[in-house]
Each structure stands twice: as C-alpha cells, then as structure tokens.
C-alpha cells in the first residue's frame, strides 16, 4: 500500500502543528529520490525553519533548489505567488515590480479572502506539470503542508471559486486545481499525528473534511513517535512484581537501590504510555480508513538530520 503513495503526482502531507509534518515529508523525499530514483519536488509552505538545513543546505527561497541528488526545493509564500501571478498576466515585469512595492499591496494580498490561498495551490499545480525537454521536470511532488485550518483553507479556495466564477482565467485555473485534488491517480493526502488525544481528535475531523467535503484521497496516515512495547501480558496490573525482578535484575550488577527505584519508575512511566498509545492506535483504526504507519519514537532528537535518516529508514522498510 505504502508504494502505492510513490505513484502519484502530489502527495500533501499535513496534521496538527507539531506532530512531526515537516520530518515525514522530507523522509518521504529521501525515499522517493534514494530508494525509487524519482525526481523529487519537496514544497515548504511559508515555512520559518526550512527543511533544507536536513541536507545541509541553506533555508529554501522562491528560487528552486537543489538540495540533494535527484531533490530539489522551493518555499511557497502566499505573497510571492501572488507576485508570480502578476508576472504570468502583467505585460511589462517593471510594472509588477511597481504594484509589489506599493504599502496597499500588502494589505491586499493580507487582507482579500482566499486569494494567498488559491494562488498557491495554483504554484503546487505548476510544479507538478512542469516538463523540462518534454518530459515532466518532476516525478513526485511532496508538500510539507500547513497545519489543519490552513490546508482545508487553501484546498477550499479553488471550489469557491468555481462555485463562484464561470468564466475567466481564474475560474479556468481554479477548475485544474480541482481536477488536480479530486485525482486520486494524481494526488492523495497523507495524515501526520501523534498518539495523543488532541491531535488524535484533530486529525480524525481533518480526515472527514479532506475526504468529505474536499472529496481528496487519503493516502494513509503515519503515527509519529510511538514508544516501544517492552513489556507483555499483566505487567502493569502486577507492579510490585515487575519492580522486584528489574530490582533483581540490576542488583545483580551492582546497581544500589536509590537508581533501581529510578530506573523501575521510568520503566513503568514508559510503560503506561505505551498502553495510552495502544488505545489511540486502536481509535484510530476504527475511525479512519488506513494504511497506517507506525514511526517510533527517537529517543535521540539532538541531531533533526538523523532523526530525518530514522523515520526514512522506517518508510523504506515498509516498502
């Protein structure tokens, strides 16, 4: 199921802020261009600390980049989208130059409903046509996505504009966008959550009004950071046993009491963590339609590039 995701155009990778988003989708990246030798597109979305410094790169800009072999990157900004907009319709560049200088032009593009929104969605759908000597100048497009709110902004906006506008190059532009989302031999979302109650709770509504509403296919969701499950049967309904034998067990290697009362009472934290991440799991399994992909939790986290390095290695093995 997993490989089926690698032969779509875009894949959009969101979730609640936080969970993990930006790491899948470099991951998926990596994977695509390492493992499969496809041409990888990773898009940011008005990211503050870009994804490039995983590949030792400096932070992604407008320009296309290439970070990696067969990866390249952009940073979509709601503002110069629009400003690319205005160079595709403008005649004279100069003329754009002036109207993107201009004090109303920022409130503008802040304040008109929609429009960041519309126009850069309308960039993801450009990158995923481009053809470089006849061919397409990308095989995958990833896109590290907004949080929830923002993606079901920016995914609503060209339906709101053909339910809108009939006529027009923005209606006509507008109806690609749909074609491009509703595909789902050509696009799909992929889910980002932890196995906690609120992001649990936010990415069970997100997935209805993705698949609801915005009529887009779900490619899967990826449970982030799931503890280890080293413990089996009663373990926690028997406590007093399990810290006499870890006891035991570190007496007989010359660890003193005060640290094996330590390291018992991490053991049984860890442990009933593991049963709360069980209980979502299963939630989860219940209310959203899979595949879902389990990435444990890094213990580790000092270095992002290596975290990135893990979480590949994981999407690699479920191939």
């Not at 296919?217 to 399990?242: E, M, Q, S, W």
Request: without cysteine; proline residues 5%.
């Amino acid at each position: 199921m997993l490989r089926e995701i690698f032969r779509r155009r875009v894949i959009l990778v969101t979730g609640k802020g936080g969970v993990g988003k930006s790491t899948v989708a470099a991951a998926l990246a990596m994977v695509s261009s390492r493992h499969l030798g496809l041409k990888t597109m990773l898009v940011e979305l008005d990211a503050r600390l870009s994804a490039a410094r995983l590949f030792g790169k400096p932070a992604a800009t407008y320009g296309v980049a290439e970070v990696a072999e067969r990866i390249w990157m952009i940073n979509v900004t709601g503002r110069e989208a629009v400003r690319d907009y205005l160079n595709l319709v403008l005649p004279v560049k100069r003329l754009t130059d002036r109207i993107a200088a201009h004090p109303f032009y920022r409130y503008f593009v802040d304040a008109a409903p929609g429009i960041k929104e519309l126009l850069t969605f309308g960039k993801i759908w450009k990158l995923q046509d481009e053809k470089h000597r006849g061919r397409q100048a990308y095989d995958l497009v990833v896109v590290d996505g907004y949080p929830s709110g923002q993606t079901v902004n920016m995914l609503r906006a060209p339906l709101e504009v053909v339910n809108t506008l009939k006529v027009g190059p923005i209606a006509s532009k507008a109806r690609l966008l749909v074609d491009l989302m509703r595909d789902p031999q050509r696009s799909a979302f992929l889910l980002v959550t932890l196995p906690e109650e609120m992001p649990v709770a936010e990415s069970i509504e997100l997935h209805h009004m993705l698949t609801a509403e915005i009529q887009m296919k779900p490619a899967g969701v990826v449970v982030n950071a799931i503890l280890p499950k080293r413990f089996y049967g009663d373990a926690l309904a028997h406590p007093t046993r399990v810290q006499r034998a870890v006891r035991s067990a570190l007496a007989g290697i010359g660890v003193d009491e005060e640290h094996a009362a330590y390291v018992y009472g991490s053991a049984h934290e860890e442990m009933r963590w593991r049963q709360l991440h069980e209980h979502y799991l299963k939630k989860m399994a219940n209310d959203l339609s899979g595949p879902f992909f389990q990435v444990p939790f890094v213990f580790d986290s000092s270095d992002p590039a290596r975290v990135v390095e893990r979480v590949a290695e994981v999407i690699r093995r479920a191939l």
